[in-house]
C-alpha cells in the first residue's frame, strides 16, 4: 500500500463521525445515511482508499460473490471445497463423532445428510451451523 493511502487509513481512527461522513460522501455515489456507525463508516472508508489505491474485486470474484448472494450459495461453495472421502471429527461431551464427506453431501453413522448444521444439530440437541461446530469456521 502506499505511504498515502496507509497515512489516509491511520488517520480515520482519530476522525469525529460528522468529518467521517463528509469524506463518505466525497468517495461514495451515494449519501452517507445518518444513523451508520462511526466503525462502520471507518470500515467502509478505509476499505475504499484502499480500493482506490489498488484496484478494486475484477469481474470473476465480483460475479462469484454476486451469485453466492443470489443463490445463497455458501453451504454449497463449502462443502465443494471438501473433497469427497475426507473425514470431519468432532469430539462432544466425550463422545468422537465422525462425519464423511460424499459427493452428494455428508454420511454420518450410516445416514446421508444435506448439511453439517443439520448433523450438529442432532449431535447436540440444539441449532447450530454445522461448519463453526466442525470447526470449519472461526
Not at 5 to 17: D, G, N
Amino acid at each position: 500500500m502506499s505511504i498515502s493511502a496507509i497515512r489516509q487509513v491511520i488517520e480515520l481512527e482519530h476522525k469525529s463521525t460528522d468529518e467521517l461522513r463528509k469524506i463518505y460522501n466525497n468517495l461514495f455515489a451515494e449519501k452517507c445515511l445518518n444513523h451508520i456507525h462511526k466503525e462502520q463508516l471507518r470500515l467502509k472508508i478505509a476499505y475504499r482508499l484502499q480500493e482506490l489505491a489498488f484496484g478494486g474485486l475484477g469481474d470473476k470474484d465480483k460475479a462469484k460473490l454476486e451469485a453466492f448472494a443470489r443463490d445463497g450459495a455458501i453451504a454449497k461453495a463449502q462443502h465443494e471445497s471438501l473433497l469427497p472421502g475426507t473425514k470431519i471429527c468432532r469430539e462432544h461431551n466425550g463422545v468422537m463423532h465422525e462425519v464423511e464427506v460424499t459427493k452428494d453431501g455428508f454420511e454420518y453413522k450410516g445416514q446421508k445428510w444435506s448439511s453439517l448444521s443439520a448433523i450438529a444439530t442432532k449431535i447436540t440437541g440444539t441449532k447450530w451451523s454445522g461448519p463453526k461446530f466442525f470447526g470449519l469456521k472461526g
